[in-house]
């Protein structure tokens, strides 16, 4: 079992940057791929990015790669995603998550665990 709690939203202006951090529990976090995804109102849950146990393995959603990067402390059990060039549509609740094993960086449905979530708006 991985419990995951998010920390680093709120509130930016467009342009601005954010980092958010994932703390996760348990003595295997180093084997588990992270992921971050993201929801607005009204839309479904969306792939951000994921890193892979040993950061080998990157993926970043569409429009996101060269603005975010994802990058995880083994030593720490933490996970981040430093957000640049913060744009309005930006503006969700970004969820960690967990995977055993790698069986997709990029499927919510292969990840098995998520934390609670954290704010991030950005204003125009």
């Known amino acids: 079992q991985v419990q995951l709690v998010e920390s680093g939203g709120g509130l930016v202006q467009a342009g601005g940057s954010l980092r958010l951090s994932c703390a996760a529990s348990?003595?295997?976090?180093?084997?588990?791929?992270m992921g971050w995804f993201r929801q607005a109102p009204g839309k479904e849950r969306e792939f951000v990015a994921a890193i892979g146990w040993n950061s080998a393995n990157l993926a970043y959603g569409d429009g996101m790669k060269g603005r975010f990067t994802v990058s995880r402390d083994n030593a720490k059990n933490m996970v981040f995603l430093q957000m640049n060039s913060l744009k309005p549509e930006d503006t969700a609740v970004y969820y960690c998550?967990?995977?055993?094993?790698?069986?997709?960086?990029?499927?919510?449905?292969?990840?098995?665990?998520w934390g609670q979530g954290t704010q991030v708006t950005v204003s125009s």
């Open positions: 348990g003595r295997t976090f180093s084997t588990y791929t």
């Open positions: 998550a967990a995977q055993r094993g790698l069986s997709s960086l990029t499927r919510k449905n292969d990840f098995n665990y």
